[in-house]
């Protein structure tokens, strides 16, 4: 824990109130009847997150406000209201039901950030399926084996995307219906055979919805998240955590209903759905969706367009925007903006000054993850922030430091980053994977993977994952998935990827592989592995660098020292390696 930056002090009084005036006092006094009490809740106690999140707020007179200014990545605008939206999810899931889609089938996307997307997502909700949004950047890989190992029976997906994953798809005996969102027209290509066209889809089915019957235990959202060994696991929430969404939304972001709010997070990960969809508009804001990619000069473009007032980003994005400079935003009117927020890796204390420099506000830091379901550490509008820490817990919930055996360490020590469960946004279940879930609860906690210390303040901050999970520009990849990946080249024998330091992306992947016989290290080879890798995965995921070695460190029971890798790589202490196997 290291403080080299003065504290920010907040002023005593804002110009909008924040909605947590004291967070300490709050903490005190909460229950999260309060904040139940805020939701509408179905007609005899249900639970749904798209009627928290669309429906109601047409039932109470807001029918008419712009719920979604949606951009294209070619500068097509579009606008929806929530009556809008109401009608195009009630659509949706009209057209589930029509296919026969039964309450707790998984419908997954592999879609870009376009309108359907967001149609599909509260659609399959308002018809009690579970859905899995996949990032549209994934190679066929790691499509397939999300969509296996969740039994998917629907993907809602576009011509191009489709194309992409056209060869795993035949290896899918569960999945039943392949829908494509032809947007305007864009591809002129004939449907495959056996898909179905959403537009058309759509456009038979009803606007009205019988009655939603979810209740808040039931299954909602479900993201594929890496862990240490094996492949990614579906955390799956349900309903109820719409209650942690909406709260943290008001008091981590300080949403007002007058905001108008951008999410730069794609749906494919945890953050653009919690954050991109669920806590905007169960709090009635008006959502910008820009479906491009990172500009530092379309960024600020957008925040001056749309008059942007709230900023939820990444700690990448805000360096990538440092390194564009400081003249660059003053160049825009920006003036719009009220709070800045970031997640997803540390914010650098230079990044968390910085946007006092480029916007005249900090930037705030929150952590949580994909099994929390929604922010648990965060600063407050209110708050003083300590530039480094991810802030302190929300009201409601107990978080803590401990060691290795569970018990709570003293303020100042490093340990393990634990919640005290349960708490509303909780991930109920790993995909069929009972044993994996149970593993991450222990004496009462539930074990982050992140080790961090708490100051005599209370504040939080980060140390680091105390697992072989990488974080690359915010995105969790884990090293199995990439090795696995790799090891399908013929060229290679063995494969053991680490996460090396990164000034922008906080970690980029690096794989080592040894070659089997008969195979020669030549930079010819490297290169066709990297090519290999990416168009595989993602690349988003795979490895940036590949080093080529005769013999990875492996221990005695033949399993691939990582952390060994990663010591020499970064010229550390290799540390103890009375396990490493003796050649
Ligand atoms: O290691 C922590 C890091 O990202 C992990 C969660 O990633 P994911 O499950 O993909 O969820 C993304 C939604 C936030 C954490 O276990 N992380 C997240 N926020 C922070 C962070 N590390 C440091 N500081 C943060 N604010």
Request: aromatic residues 10%.
């Amino acid at each position: 824990m290291a403080m080299h930056h003065p504290i920010i002090h907040k002023p005593g009084s804002f110009p909008v109130p924040p909605n947590i005036a004291d967070h300490e006092a709050m903490r005190r006094s909460f229950g999260w009847e309060e904040i139940e009490r805020e939701l509408d809740w179905l007609p005899g106690g249900g639970l749904n997150i798209a009627h928290e999140a669309i429906d109601r707020h047409c039932a109470q007179g807001r029918a008419d406000k712009p719920a979604m200014l949606w951009e294209g990545k070619d500068g097509e605008r579009e606008r929806y209201t929530y009556d809008d939206m109401r009608r195009q999810t009630n659509r949706f899931a009209n057209v589930l039901a029509g296919l026969g889609v039964a309450k707790g089938e998984r419908v997954f996307t592999f879609m870009e950030r376009v309108p359907e997307i967001y149609f599909t997502f509260f659609g399959a909700l308002k018809a009690g399926c579970v859905i899995g949004p996949l990032f549209s950047a994934f190679g066929p890989d790691p499509v397939r084996d999300r969509l296996e190992n969740s039994g998917a029976t629907v993907l809602v997906t576009q011509p191009a995307l489709r194309k992409k994953i056209a060869a795993i798809l035949p290896q899918l005996p569960a999945l039943k219906h392949v829908i494509v969102v032809n947007r305007d027209g864009r591809s002129k290509e004939p449907l495959a055979e056996g898909d179905l066209d959403f537009g058309e889809l759509m456009a038979a089915a009803s606007d009205e919805l019988a009655p939603l019957s979810t209740t808040r235990d039931d299954y909602s959202v479900m993201h594929y998240t890496s862990g240490t060994t094996g492949k990614p696991k579906g955390a799956v929430h349900r309903h109820n955590s719409v209650i942690q969404q909406y709260a943290t939304g008001k008091w981590c972001l300080d949403l007002h209903p007058d905001d108008i709010y951008w999410c730069t997070a794609d749906p494919g990960w945890v953050t653009g759905t919690s954050y991109g969809m669920i806590a905007p508009w169960t709090n009635g804001v008006t959502q910008v969706v820009y479906e491009g990619g990172f500009s530092a000069r379309k960024w600020y473009e957008i925040v001056a367009r749309y008059n942007v007032t709230v900023w939820y980003t990444a700690p990448t994005a805000v360096r990538m925007l440092m390194k564009s400079g400081a003249d660059l935003p003053r160049s825009f009117d920006l003036s719009s903006l009220r709070f800045v927020a970031s997640v997803g890796e540390p914010l650098n204390p230079e990044g968390v000054v910085w946007g006092q420099e480029a916007f005249g506000l900090p930037i705030h830091d929150n952590w949580w993850q994909t099994e929390t379901g929604a922010i648990l550490v965060a600063n407050y509008a209110s708050m003083d922030i300590r530039p480094g820490s991810m802030g302190k817990p929300i009201p409601g919930v107990e978080v803590g430091i401990i060691d290795a055996e569970g018990n709570e360490l003293p303020a100042g020590e490093n340990g393990i980053l634990a919640v005290r469960p349960p708490w509303p946004g909780m991930f109920q279940a790993y995909w069929n994977d009972q044993e994996r879930y149970d593993s991450r609860f222990q004496n009462g906690w539930y074990l982050t993977g992140d080790e961090a210390s708490r100051d005599e303040d209370g504040y939080f901050w980060f140390v680091g994952r105390s697992d072989d999970v990488i974080n690359t520009a915010g995105h969790l990849v884990g090293p199995f998935e990439v090795e696995s990946a790799l090891i399908e080249h013929p060229a290679v024998a063995e494969a053991g990827v680490i996460g090396k330091p990164d000034p922008i992306a906080m970690e980029v992947v690096k794989a080592f592989v040894s070659l089997k016989e008969g195979y020669e290290a030549t930079d010819e080879l490297r290169r066709e592995l990297m090519r290999f890798a990416r168009e595989k995965l993602s690349p988003a995921i795979a490895p940036r660098e590949i080093e080529i070695i005769d013999s990875l460190p492996k221990t005695r029971s033949g399993k691939i020292m990582r952390r060994l890798l990663k010591a020499r790589e970064l010229g550390l202490p290799e540390g103890d390696t009375s396990t490493l196997e003796e050649d």
